[in-house]
């Protein structure tokens, strides 16, 4: 019903940059918030960066400066340019959307990408 497809992770060298891209597909009804999360090695999975429809954006501290989010609502997509990437940006990075089904909204993720930055 949701799927969320995810692209452009990879290895990358301290102080590089990756793009992430997340296009969004859905029999439901429309679609929310989008973003991402990350997930560390041996750690939970936390808020990257979220934005709305309108274009409200919230970034986690750790990737202000660093990070831009933005999307393209008529493709449903989200994108995440990161630069300056450190390896403590490594982990497996999902994609998020908040779908409209019926009168609820429900949390969608994509399946992971994972980015590795290296020293």
């Known amino acids: 019903q949701v799927q969320l497809v995810e692209s452009g992770g990879g290895l990358v060298q301290a102080g590089g940059s990756l793009r992430l891209s997340c296009a969004a597909s859905t029999s439901m009804g429309s679609i929310n918030t989008m973003g991402w999360y990350r997930q560390p090695p041996g750690k939970q999975r936390n808020l990257v960066a979220v934005?709305?429809?309108?274009?409200?954006?919230n970034y986690a501290e750790a990737v202000k400066g660093r990070f831009t989010i933005s999307r393209d609502n008529a493709k449903n997509m989200v994108f995440l340019q990161m630069n300056s990437l450190e390896p403590e940006d490594t982990a497996i990075y999902y994609c998020?959307?908040?779908?409209?089904?019926?009168?609820?909204?429900?949390?969608?993720w994509g399946t992971g990408n994972q980015v590795t930055v290296s020293e």
């Open positions: 934005i709305t429809p309108g274009g409200g954006t």
């Open positions: 998020y959307a908040k779908v409209l089904n019926g009168r609820s909204w429900l949390n969608y």
